[in-house]
Each structure stands twice: as structure tokens, then as C-alpha cells.
Nanobody, 128 residues
Framework: QVQLVESGGGVVQFGDSLRLSCAAS????????IAWFRQVPGKEREGVAV????????YYAESVKDRFTIAKDNAKNTVFLQMSNLQPVDTAVYSC?????????????????????WGQGTQVTVSS
């Protein structure tokens, strides 16, 4: 079984930066992907970014691709989400998710159903 623990959320101001971490532990596959999703109350969960442990290939949502960077540390089984130029619309609960379905992720990485393990989430609040 795999467990995910997020950290790094908080309250920041418009234009600030923040780095989220997602630490994976347990029975981790050799090749896997970890994605970040975010959710605002009353709205559907949105895929933010994903990265593959195999080759580091990453995909981003259009709304964040010029401001967020996803990175991995395979030795520590940790994935980071570096968020820059944060805006109030980025306020949400950010959760990381784990999947071993790498081929499918290239076209469906933003689909919640492709992920089998989820973290508990961390709140990010951006004030204007």
C-alpha cells in the first residue's frame, strides 16, 4: 500500500511563491506518476500538473503552465510543486495523487479516476 503526505501549504499574498511537497511511502512501484490536483468548495477537482518517475515527463494545466513547475526527487520519493506569481484564483485545497498507469496518463492525466492513492490535501490561500 502507498501513502502520500502533502506539506507546504499556507497563506500568501498576490504574486508570492510557495512550494508544496508530496512524500510517498510504502509499496511504491518502480515506475509511477504523481499529480497535483486542486479543489475549491463547490467546484470539481482540477488537475494542475503531473510528473512521471520514469522519465520526468510533465504535463500542466493551461492555467498554471507558465507559473507552476513540478519536479521530483526519486531518491526521496517526493514530488514538489513550485508555484510562482500566485493569484487569488489559485486558492484551493491541493492534493497529490499516485498512479501506475503511465501510458494512459499521457492523454488522461487530469482524470481523477486514473489515480489510486490520494493524499489528505493542503490548503493554499492567496490574498489579494
Amino acid at each position: 500500500q502507498v501513502q502520500l503526505v502533502e506539506s507546504g501549504g499556507g497563506v500568501v499574498q498576490f504574486g508570492d511563491s510557495l512550494r508544496l511537497s508530496c512524500a510517498a511511502s510504502g509499496d511504491i512501484a518502480v515506475y509511477y506518476a504523481i499529480a497535483w490536483f486542486r479543489q475549491v468548495p463547490g467546484k470539481e477537482r482540477e488537475g494542475v500538473a503531473v510528473i512521471s518517475s520514469a522519465d520526468g515527463l510533465a504535463y500542466y494545466a493551461e492555467s498554471v503552465k507558465d507559473r507552476f513547475t513540478i519536479a521530483k526527487d526519486n531518491a526521496k520519493n517526493t514530488v514538489f510543486l513550485q508555484m510562482s506569481n500566485l493569484q487569488p484564483v489559485d486558492t484551493a485545497v491541493y492534493s497529490c495523487a499516485y498512479s501506475t498507469l503511465l501510458p494512459v496518463l499521457r492523454t488522461r492525466w487530469y482524470e481523477e479516476s486514473e489515480y489510486s492513492v490520494w493524499g489528505q490535501g493542503t490548503q493554499v490561500t492567496v490574498s489579494s
